[in-house]
């Protein structure tokens, strides 16, 4: 794993746990809707598209946390939710959740971190107003305070 891909998880993972600490009982892990685009159904769909090498890999990383009986359930129930039969339990799903940045290739971990920050980051605005002859004089203040926001 090289320091992009070392970055990209840890990044993902700080989401994954900020979103599960955040939003349990107020709409992110609950069935009811709302007003958020980026649902438990989207990080089900990425850990339901794994390939199956993946799958086993987080399966195997599951049983060494949680022991064998769990991990023998979570097969089961992954199964289960792949075949559409059951809904996915949030206990089951959080620890799938904790593992999951260890075992995605890194273009999905930034396709995950891109809806992540689409969805949950600040959102800001700009007005400004130039013309031909001020625009690098006004513009060159406007992107160095984006920078320093930034960082």
């Given at each position: ?47 339901l598209d794994l390939p ?76 400004l107003d130039v013309t ?17 926001k930034a960082f």
């Amino acid at each position: 794993m090289n320091i992009g891909d070392s970055i990209a998880a840890l990044l993902v993972l700080v989401f994954v746990i900020f979103l599960a600490k955040s939003y349990r009982g107020s709409g992110f892990f609950s069935r009811n809707q709302d007003s958020r685009k980026y649902h438990k159904s989207v990080l089900v769909r990425v850990l339901l598209d794994l390939p199956e090498n993946t799958v086993k890999e987080l399966l195997d990383l599951y049983k060494k946390e949680f022991g064998p009986g769990p991990a023998r359930y979570a097969r089961q129930t992954f199964r289960k939710w792949k075949e559409g039969h059951v809904q996915p339990a949030t206990q089951t799903f959080n620890r799938f959740l904790v593992h999951m940045p260890k075992v995605m290739s890194y273009d999905l971990k930034c396709e995950v971190l891109r809806h992540f920050m689409e969805e949950y980051s600040a959102k800001d605005e700009y007005e400004l107003d130039v013309t031909t002859e001020d625009w690098d004089e006004k513009l060159d203040p406007l992107v160095r305070q984006i920078i320093d926001k930034a960082f």
